[in-house]
């Protein structure tokens, strides 16, 4: 069974753009996670998705947006970006969401300049 | 919100020896996960262990709900097993998992 696909693994944007990240989960899993880890912050929760509805929203602003398809893939956007937003972004899948295991892919490492 | 709290922050081991890594958490939760992140950023889930005790190899978890703590031992450590331990926790009631800081494990040969 295939793991949690992210891509692109690594971008580089400029103060301002905007960019979009993808996630496939595993096969059969309906549950998508984002998290953004940085060395300061840790790893904090972006957003959760059930069968395409959000069931949970982290204390990101409204820059941070995500949505989920019919076939469970997702993607996060992140609008007019800042530095602070250079971060690793990861994508989890689970069976469930909650009471299950978390599955985590490698993960997109953003830089803004 | 919950709190968790993972000790120690850093470890250093010689290849072969034992450790215990320990997770305290504020609130009564749903789950509990362990995660392993190596030195390339990918996150492994080890354990999740809502309570009870868990082996898999040489790593073993346990979680005592009521007392609000789990801990994570790894036996005979290995070079790979250096990176980062995370205990992640979920409250009741279909929330987010909230990660810990994390224990920095470094296994020198």
């Known amino acids: 069974k295939a793991g949690v696909t992210q891509t692109p693994r690594y971008l580089i944007k400029t103060r301002g753009q905007q960019v979009t990240l993808s996630c496939s989960p595993i096969?059969?899993?309906?549950?998508v996670s984002w998290y953004q880890q940085t060395p300061g912050q840790g790893l904090q929760f972006l957003f959760e998705?059930?069968?395409?509805?959000?069931?949970n929203k982290g204390n990101f602003p409204g820059r941070f947006s995500g949505r989920q398809f019919s076939n469970s893939r997702s993607e996060m956007n992140v609008s007019t970006l800042e530095l602070g937003d250079s971060a690793l972004y990861l994508c989890?899948?689970?069976?469930?969401?909650?009471?299950?295991?978390?599955?985590f892919g490698n993960g997109t490492r953003l830089t803004v300049t | 919100g919950i709190q968790v709290e993972q000790s120690p922050p850093d470890l250093i081991l010689q290849e072969g020896a034992n450790s215990t890594l320990r997770c305290n958490f504020s609130?009564?939760?749903?789950?509990l996960q362990w995660f392993h992140q190596n030195p390339w950023g990918q996150l492994i889930n080890l354990f999740y262990?809502?309570?009870g005790t868990k082996q898999n190899g040489r790593l073993s978890a346990t979680t005592v709900a009521t007392e609000r703590y789990s801990l994570l031992y790894i036996s005979s450590s290995q070079t790979t097993d250096s990176g980062v331990y995370f205990c992640a926790v979920e409250r009741i009631g279909n929330t987010p998992l909230v990660f810990g800081k994390g224990t920095r494990l470094s296994v020198i040969a």
């Open positions: 609130d009564s939760v749903n789950n």
């Open positions: 096969s059969g899993h309906r549950s």
């Open positions: 998705y059930f069968s395409e509805t959000q069931r």
């Open positions: 989890a899948s689970s069976s469930q969401g909650s009471n299950s295991p978390l599955h």
């Open positions: 262990i809502p309570s």
